[in-house]
């Protein structure tokens, strides 16, 4: 009642409040899907170096990371639920665009991805003492394999918006909509695989850093060292050839954008004017585009130039070649894309030096250096987000580039008091998930793995003793209780 009499006398437009909302549920939801794949592979390798080397620290490692996994993916596909509904509620003209290119992506995600993902969860979380290893390690790949394959889908899904092929449009009604003549030339549009691998390194740079982090917690509080040390090390090596992989495919990304995207790619650099000469590169300033230029910005000469076209003199397109009103929001655009870049270099800075003195034998000794990987967690999370932002932000003001404006994608139905309301509904709501999430992860975190027991084959005769426990059955006579019923080679309950 009191929010709605607020919400009354006030006036809000519409278009902006839907796209607040959908930023807030989005971002809030891409905090859980990036660990949950990249968590994925590495439980599957510490699984495949179990069966390799047979060291039960290995085991170890990988049922406690199996825990966290499953705390993230409950928190994904929760969340996740309401991103889909928005579609429906306040983007119905653009779900009506785009029905049949989402139709059959999402399809595609459901079958292929989820069913196989979830389907092997079970046997994942709930079956180290009821399958064989090997059948245990199987559902680990099966688990990872399908949380790539969902992000594949929802990625593509994400990519034709930026680069739509493979369509043709078609008048229904009043409307216009995007109907798919090639489903493969809409899977393999031109900016999706690109993506798709930015996304996927961006996943194990942030499980390297998660699992890093915990692993330089318990190593500087004395708890669980070698556990820590097993996670630590495959966490590095996972997180050191990523961070490299990101510069490397992120400069291959940039230059495809000077052919598919180039207002994004100008907003990305400031880059307001063409010129005759090399285009330099800014490593940081204040744009400012109603005068068209960076303030305090310190550039490199020719570099842009270089990254773009592997020269030092051919210039770079500016914005200056695009239509006033069809250029993205610079100045985030432009903060968003230097802030990654500068969290990246930071990533392959820290994870060489953490590489060359495990080289050494002494990263565990570096107690500075652990503490550096202990508050570091933030910023993996943070390079997702805003690695999204500017590609998001880049498009605008397209919601499809080139064929839907954003402002014509909003639902003519839905008020802006409505859509205000389910705002504040919304940021209570995930304030609480978010709290109950960091309550679970700080419980688990601090309880610590559990010791890894060997595997043995049931025992017939503990198997005829359990069955003889259920009320009203005729098998035999017991001493004691359950409890003291043990299989052979494990330690008694506490």
Same mark, same amino acid.
């Given at each position: 009642m009191i929010t709605g009499e607020i919400l009354e006398g006030m006036d809000f437009d519409v278009v902006w409040?839907?796209?607040? @909302?959908?930023?807030?549920? %989005?971002? +809030?939801?891409?905090? +859980?899907?990036?660990?949950? %794949?990249?968590?994925?592979?590495?439980?599957?390798?510490?699984?495949?170096?179990?069966?390799?080397?047979?060291?039960? @620290?290995?085991?170890?490692?990988?049922?406690?990371?199996?825990?966290?996994?499953? &705390?993230?993916?409950?928190?994904?596909?929760?969340?996740?639920?309401? #991103?889909?509904? @928005?579609?429906?509620?306040?983007?119905?003209?653009?779900?009506?665009?785009?029905?049949?290119?989402?139709?059959?992506?999402?399809?595609?995600?459901?079958?292929?991805?989820?069913?196989?993902?979830?389907?092997?969860?079970?046997?994942? &979380?709930?079956?180290?003492?009821?399958?064989?290893?090997? #059948?245990?390690?199987?559902?680990?790949? #099966? &688990?990872?394999?399908?949380?790539? +394959?969902?992000?594949?889908?929802?990625? &593509?899904?994400?990519?034709?918006?930026?680069?739509?092929?493979?369509?043709?449009?078609?008048?229904?009604?009043?409307?216009?909509?995007?109907?798919?003549?090639?489903?493969?030339a809409m899977v393999f549009n031109p900016s999706s695989v690109h993506r798709l691998a930015h996304v996927l390194i961006g996943c194990y740079i942030l499980a390297a850093f998660f699992v890093m982090s915990i692993s330089a917690y318990y190593l500087l509080k004395g708890r669980h060292v070698e556990f820590a040390k097993k996670s630590f090390t495959s966490a590095l090596v996972l997180g050191f050839v990523m961070s490299l992989a990101a510069l490397f495919q992120g400069d291959v990304q940039a230059r495809k954008l000077k052919d598919t995207q180039p207002a994004k790619l100008a907003a990305m650099e400031a880059h307001f004017h063409t010129g005759t000469n090399a285009a330099g590169l800014y490593l940081f300033g204040l744009p400012d585009q109603a005068e068209k230029t960076v303030r305090y910005g310190v550039e490199v000469p020719g570099m842009l130039s270089f990254l773009v076209h592997?020269?030092?003199?051919?210039?770079?397109?500016?914005?200056?070649?695009?239509?006033?009103?069809?250029?993205?929001?610079?100045?985030i655009t432009f903060f968003s894309f230097h802030l990654m870049v500068a969290l990246g270099t930071f990533f392959i800075l820290i994870t060489a030096v953490a590489a060359y003195y495990r080289w050494k034998g002494v990263l565990f000794e570096k107690r500075w250096l652990l503490w550096i990987f202990?508050?570091?967690?933030?910023?993996?999370?943070v390079a997702n987000e805003i690695g999204w932002v500017t590609a998001e932000a880049g498009r605008q003001p397209w919601v499809v580039y080139g064929l839907l404006r954003t402002t014509e994608g909003v639902s003519k139905a839905v008020s802006s008091h409505q859509t205000a309301g389910s705002i504040i509904?919304?940021?209570?709501?995930?304030?609480?998930?978010?709290?109950?999430?960091?309550?679970?992860?700080?419980?688990?975190?601090?309880?610590?793995?559990?010791?890894?027991?060997?595997?043995?084959?049931?025992?017939?005769?503990?198997?005829?003793?359990?069955?003889?426990?259920?009320?009203?059955?005729?098998?035999?006579?017991?001493?004691?209780?359950?409890d003291s019923i043990q299989p052979p080679d494990r330690p008694p309950h506490p």
């Open positions: 409040l839907a796209r607040v @909302q959908f930023a807030l549920t %989005i971002m +809030f939801h891409y905090l +859980f899907p990036p660990l949950t %794949i990249g968590m994925g592979g590495l439980i599957v390798s510490l699984e495949g170096m179990f069966l390799r080397t047979k060291d039960r @620290q290995y085991e170890e490692a990988a049922k406690f990371w199996t825990k966290i996994f499953a &705390v993230n993916f409950a928190m994904g596909v929760a969340t996740g639920v309401v #991103m889909e509904f @928005q579609f429906g509620t306040n983007w119905a003209s653009y779900s009506r665009f785009v029905g049949d290119v989402f139709g059959s992506a999402l399809a595609a995600e459901g079958i292929f991805a989820f069913f196989l993902e979830s389907g092997f969860l079970a046997v994942l &979380v709930f079956g180290w003492d009821k399958v064989s290893p090997k #059948m245990h390690f199987f559902s680990a790949c #099966m &688990v990872a394999l399908g949380a790539i +394959f969902s992000s594949i889908w929802i990625v &593509v899904a994400n990519s034709w918006q930026q680069t739509p092929a493979g369509y043709v449009l078609q008048r229904d009604g009043d409307s216009v909509r995007a109907v798919i003549t090639d489903f493969w592997g020269n030092f003199h051919e210039p770079v397109g500016g914005l200056d070649k695009i239509p006033p009103g069809d250029w993205p929001p610079v100045a202990v508050l570091s967690i933030p910023l993996p999370y509904m919304f940021l209570v709501l995930y304030a609480l998930l978010f709290a109950v999430w960091l309550y679970v992860l700080n419980d688990k975190i601090h309880h610590g793995p559990e010791p890894a027991t060997p595997h043995t084959p049931a025992d017939t005769g503990n198997l005829a003793a359990l069955a003889g426990l259920r009320a009203g059955t005729g098998g035999g006579t017991l001493t004691g209780t359950a």
